[in-house]
Every structure is written in structure tokens, then in C-alpha cells.
């Protein structure tokens, strides 16, 4: 009979709709979560590939200079995870990047069998050109146009941002950089390359790209026609010493980690993107 009566509920029995959110929110991290992590870095040469490569990595791995001309792989667990990156030389901002580069380039894919999680594509901040999104679109389609479902776009330099968004940042910037953040599928990430080892923003970067392989259904895979034309460059241009000069380009004293000013960038910078030197002013 006392089954009958109707069980009188109490606030306990409703669960706070901020906690039960944020156990959602938990739950899903979990269960996106991936034992191993393979990553590429993509931009121009300049912005911050590599040292973004050092600071996801939490070691001095990848050199930075500016004549890098092989891609290089490194690997260290990141918050409990395998992460595999692969530094690319970068293509060349204001001219056509030569045909060993953008073989280079390509390359990094099958550096990181089966296929990279995520395209790292670093911008800094500052000015976005037409010519800097052409470059983008042009380098990208090396690897086919799935590569964009996979691409996360890090914005590097992000001291210049001061109080500033980045929302705003892309929005003030233009169509431009608005349609890489779109072709992106709005997937970008701001990293603050200052700080070195224990990296807070570290476990928030390797969530979001879980979750953008969640998203895609797994990790990125070349199509076989694309396969076939990378086979082909790499056999008609294959480079006995790149072997060799991965291994040399690997880890450096700390020395070479030092933040240019804004000043030597300058003198350095005659490919670089000349955007990020006016950008400053804003
Ligand atoms: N201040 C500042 N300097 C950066 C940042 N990212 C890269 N750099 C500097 O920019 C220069 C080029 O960086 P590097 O990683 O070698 O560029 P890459 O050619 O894209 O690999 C180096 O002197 C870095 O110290 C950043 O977020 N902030
Ligand atoms: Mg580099």
C-alpha cells in the first residue's frame, strides 16, 4: 500500500545544473581521451612553430632558425599521454616555396604513422594578408582538402594581444583570417609560448584536439591518390641526408630558446610575415 503514496521529492533529488554540467563536460574529456597524441606544425616560416613544438613537448627539442630545411620528428608523454610532434621547415611567406620544402612539408605525415591526430597551424598575432590566407590555402592543399577537418588553428605571439580578445583580435583582423578560422571550423587555440615545462594550458590543448578527433571520427589519413603523389615525390626527390639531418637538427642548448625582440625579428624577417611587425601597433 505505501508504494501508492507518491514519493515526495526533495532539492537532493535534483541535481545542480552547473555541477551536472560540469560532470558532463568531465565525462566527455574522458571518453575522448587518447592513449597517444601525433601532431604536426604548419605555417609559414617564422611564427612560432617550433617553439610552440618546445612548449607542447616541455623540452628545448626543436632548434629555431630560420634555415630549417627538413621536418623533424620528437615524442615525450604530455599529461599522461605519448605526444609525437613533427616540426615542418614552414613554407615561405612572400615568394613559392621551393619543391623540396613543400616535399618536406608533406612528409611530416607519414612521419607520424598512421596519420597525424592534428595539424598544429600556427599564425601569430598581428596583421592577416590576403596573401598570407592564399599561402595557407595553397600549402594546405598539399595535403588534400580533409586536412582542414584536422587542422587546429594557435595563434602564437599572443603578448599582443594585451587586454584584447582573440575573438575580437579575428574579427578586427578581416575576411581574411576570418576564413581560415573557418575553414577551421572556428577550432583555434591561443598559447602563451613564455612559459616553459609545467605548462598550464597544456591538458585544455590536448582536450581540444581529443575532441576535434572525436568530432572527425579518428585521425587524419592521407587519400590514396594523395598517397600516390607523395610516393612519387619522394622517390623522384629522395634525400639521402635527411636522415642524418633530422637527427642534427634535434635538441639545442637553451640558448637558442630566447624570445626575439621585436626589433631583431625585423632584421630577420625579409620572408617572414611582415604583418606581425606592423600588427604591433595596434
Ligand atoms: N615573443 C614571442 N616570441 C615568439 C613566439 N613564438 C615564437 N617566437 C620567437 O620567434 C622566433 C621564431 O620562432 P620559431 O619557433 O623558430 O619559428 P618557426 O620558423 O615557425 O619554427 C624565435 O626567436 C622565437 O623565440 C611567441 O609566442 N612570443
Ligand atoms: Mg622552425
Redesign the pocket.
Known sequence: MDSDKPTELTGDDFPDPEEEEKRLAQAAREANRLPELRLVML?W????????GNTILGREEFR???A?EFSVKRETVVDGRRVTVV?TP?WFSSQATPATYRQEIVRSVSMCSPGPHAFLL?VPVGMFTETDRARIEENLALFGEDVWKHTLLVF????ILREKTIERHIHREGRELQWVVDKCKKRYFVIN??VFGDHPQLPRLMEKIEKLVAEEGGPFKLRTEENAAQNQTNNENSNPNSVKEERELGARPKHN????SLSS?RSVNEDGPQSLIEGVSD
Open positions: 605555417g616560416r617564422w611564427p612560432g612553430k617550433s617553439l610552440t629555431l632558425e630560420r630549417a616540426d614552414g600556427v602564437t605571439w599572443a603578448e609560448n613564455h630558446c630566447s624570445f626575439s625579428l
